[in-house]
Every structure is written in structure tokens, then in C-alpha cells.
């Protein structure tokens, strides 16, 4: 192994981190579980992060984080105020102790502190992007010069996706090489499964929802946010029922839009179709994956809050257990679901596209285990971080 991967000398800053989940958080400790020995993790405060913080392989350092929710938009003006304080702060204590070489700052967000960093320490710089981290600096023209200045004074530039690093190019004056690391499944969080077991949870997991175990599950995983697209599952329900088709919709997650999902649901008499499981820790959601016979996430650019999907890590999650999807041709869904690969992708302005697709995957048992044969392959694939550093050797 190279030498630069024989201590601790790579600081991995990022404001979230494990066990608060999400996909940046899951792409941050995959990362660090590539190289245990060589990284120390620097992020914020979060519930039961003591007891995870001791059973990692790797130093944790956090940064303490009151809880600003009820102070709306200042609240959260207020809390990046803090990430960056704390982040930079820190950075410099922990190069004071570790000496380490490089600084890995895992998403966009509260880039200035790297900004400053990069001048205060001796050390090189690399910066990971996801999608709305991009989106965000544009907003100002003071923060879109900061935003590319910072860019500037890193060493390489690693993008989660190829419509992360296209929009990149496209919106953005930058110079420093570009290299994608796609966000990868980590087996640790379900589990060697086989066959027989994966058959036992799928069927414990629909006894407990009242779920028939000859009907069709769909599935959805994430924040119950407008971007997701939750609703556009729904609302293809009834036509999908009136064709004859025994179809359930199960949703793992938890967000402001449960009560409309709710009201939704009601209003077009599929209330007992749609089953609200809320937030499932990782320990159990092996059983929501092996429960459903094909995932769908109809995902679409919010112009309102600027959001969009920059990769989707719970596509490959379901390829890793054999199963299809149905997503949009938006974003960096493009670089996890493979249109008649390893699952079937439709145009999100296009209704009847969407439900010719669940029409298809709910009634074509041979098409679902082709795509997810295919979708178990894809969900395998690792690329190595240690492999920037070769680059920049």
C-alpha cells in the first residue's frame, strides 16, 4: 500500500455523517470504510453518534449543533454560520495533532471554510460534489466567484455523477481536473442474504403491512420530500387497479409531505393500497427491499427550492437485491439506472410513459428478473478514493 495510507493524514470534513443517514452521509462512510487507517473524520453532532463514534475503525471528531429548526430561515443561515466556524476550527486543532496531508471536504456546502483552509494549512485539497451542492451558488454572484475561487485552489474535483460534473462545466468557469466516483453500495448495511433468508424477510415484512404474498409491491425509499416524487406513484394506483392488477405501494421514509401523501391517497380511494412504514433503521430495511417486486422513485428538478436528484444511491440498493426500477430520465439517475438494463426510465412530463412503465414491470415477472439480474451486477461495482491519490502522485 502506498505510504500515504499507512497513518491517519487524510481529514475527511463533512457537516453530516453517520449515524444521521442520508446519501451524503452514506457516501461519506463508505469512503472512510475504504481506508479506515488513514482517515480522521471531522463532523457535527447528531443523536447516538457516541456510541457509533466508538465502534469505528477510524477517529471521529465532531462539532456541536443546537437545534435551530423553529427558527425557519434564519435558523438555517444561522447553523451553516456554525458548520463553518466549527469545521475550520477544528481542521486547524486536528492538523496540529495528526500533521495530516490532505483534506477530503465531502460535499459543497460551506465551501469558504475550505476556502480558508486551503490557504491556512499546508495540506491539498479535495472537494466532492453531489448535485444541489452545485446548484446553490448561483443564486448569488458573490457566492458563484467564492464557489469557483474554491474550486480553483483544489486538487481535483470528484463529482458523484456525469450530470453532476457536465452541469458543472456547463455553469461554471473551472480549470481543475474533474474525476467521478459514483456512490456504492455498502454490504455491511444488509448483508451476505441468501436466497431462502431474503424469501423468509419478504414474507415477514408483507405479513406485517397486510400485504398478500402473491401481489405486486412497489417500493420507494427516502425524505418525504416534493422532488422524490411519492405522488406520481400514487396517482398511477387506480389505473393500474382497474386493469386487474393486485398492486400495493410501500414507502419507507419520513417528511413534511406524509399529510398530503396521506390526503392523496384518500382522495382517490387507494388509502388501503398505500402503506406508510416511516423511517426504517438500516438493520431492517434489507426486509422492505426483499418485500417489493420492483422500486420505483420518480424523481424531478424542483425549480422552486433547486433540488434535483445528483445520483440516487437507493437505486443500486434495490439492484442489490435483484430488483427493478422505475425512475426519470433526469439528473444523475442517468448513471445508476440503465434503461432496459437494470431497470426502465420514462420522462417525467410524460404521465402515461410513467405508468406504461409500472404497467410493464407489474405484469412481466420474466422482465423483472432480467432487469435485476442486471441491477445486482451494477450494484456491485466499486471505484477505490485511493485511486485520486495515485493521480496526484
Not at 431462502?196 to 420530500?225: C, D, E, T
Not at 392488477?245 to 414507502?251: E, G, H, N, P, T
Not at 437507493?314 to 439506472?337: H, M, R, T, W
Not at 409500472?358 to 412481466?364: E, G, H, K, S
Request: charged share 20%; aromatic share 12%.
Amino acid at each position: 500500500m502506498d505510504k500515504q495510507f499507512r497513518k491517519p493524514n487524510i481529514l475527511v470534513i463533512s457537516r453530516v455523517f453517520f449515524p444521521n443517514t442520508g446519501g451524503i452521509q452514506e457516501y461519506a462512510y463508505n469512503r472512510c470504510l475504504q481506508d479506515p487507517e488513514s482517515v480522521i473524520v471531522l463532523s457535527s453532532k447528531c443523536e447516538s453518534d457516541k456510541e457509533f463514534d466508538e465502534m469505528q475503525a477510524f477517529p471521529i471528531y465532531r462539532w456541536p449543533m443546537p437545534i435551530l429548526g423553529s427558527f425557519g430561515r434564519f435558523g438555517a443561515i444561522f447553523k451553516q454560520i456554525l458548520n463553518m466556524f466549527w469545521s475550520m476550527v477544528l481542521a486547524i486543532r486536528l492538523y496540529q495533532r495528526y500533521q495530516y496531508h490532505y483534506i477530503e471536504w465531502c460535499h459543497g456546502y460551506d465551501f469558504p471554510a475550505l476556502l480558508l483552509l486551503s490557504y491556512l494549512l499546508p495540506v491539498k485539497c479535495f472537494i466532492y460534489l453531489h448535485g444541489d451542492d452545485v446548484l446553490c451558488p448561483q443564486k448569488n454572484p458573490v457566492l458563484r466567484w467564492l464557489f469557483e475561487w474554491t474550486l480553483e485552489r483544489t486538487k481535483i474535483i470528484v463529482c458523484n455523477s456525469n450530470f453532476t460534473q457536465n452541469y458543472l462545466k456547463e455553469h461554471f468557469q473551472i480549470k481543475r481536473p474533474i474525476h467521478i466516483i459514483h456512490p456504492t453500495v455498502r454490504l455491511e448495511k444488509f448483508g451476505q442474504l441468501n436466497l431462502n433468508q431474503q424469501n423468509l424477510l419478504r414474507s415477514q415484512i408483507r405479513q406485517k403491512h397486510q400485504i398478500p404474498q402473491k401481489a405486486i409491491v412497489i417500493l420507494s425509499v427516502g425524505r418525504l420530500v416534493k422532488r422524490k416524487g411519492f405522488d406520481r406513484v400514487i396517482q398511477n394506483l387506480p389505473a393500474l387497479l382497474a386493469e386487474g392488477i393486485d398492486v400495493y405501494y410501500l414507502i419507507c421514509g419520513q417528511g413534511h409531505m406524509e399529510s398530503e401523501l396521506r390526503k392523496l391517497a384518500e382522495n382517490l380511494g387507494v388509502t388501503s393500497r398505500v402503506i406508510f412504514a416511516g423511517f426504517v433503521i438500516d438493520e431492517e430495511l434489507a426486509g422492505y427491499y426483499a418485500a417489493c417486486d420492483l422500486f420505483s422513485m420518480l424523481t424531478f428538478l424542483d425549480t422552486k427550492s433547486r433540488s434535483i436528484e445528483g445520483f440516487g444511491i437507493v437505486y443500486l440498493e434495490a439492484g442489490y437485491f435483484s430488483k427493478p426500477v422505475i425512475a426519470s430520465q433526469i439528473g444523475g439517475v442517468v448513471d445508476a439506472v440503465f434503461h432496459g438494463e437494470n431497470g426502465l426510465l420514462a420522462d417525467p412530463n410524460y404521465p402515461e410513459e410513467i405508468l406504461a412503465n409500472m404497467r410493464y414491470l407489474c405484469t412481466d415477472e420474466t422482465l423483472r428478473q432480467r432487469l435485476g439480474k442486471k441491477g445486482k451486477e451494477l450494484a456491485t461495482r466499486t471505484t477505490l478514493h485511493r485511486m485520486l491519490y495515485q493521480i496526484t502522485a
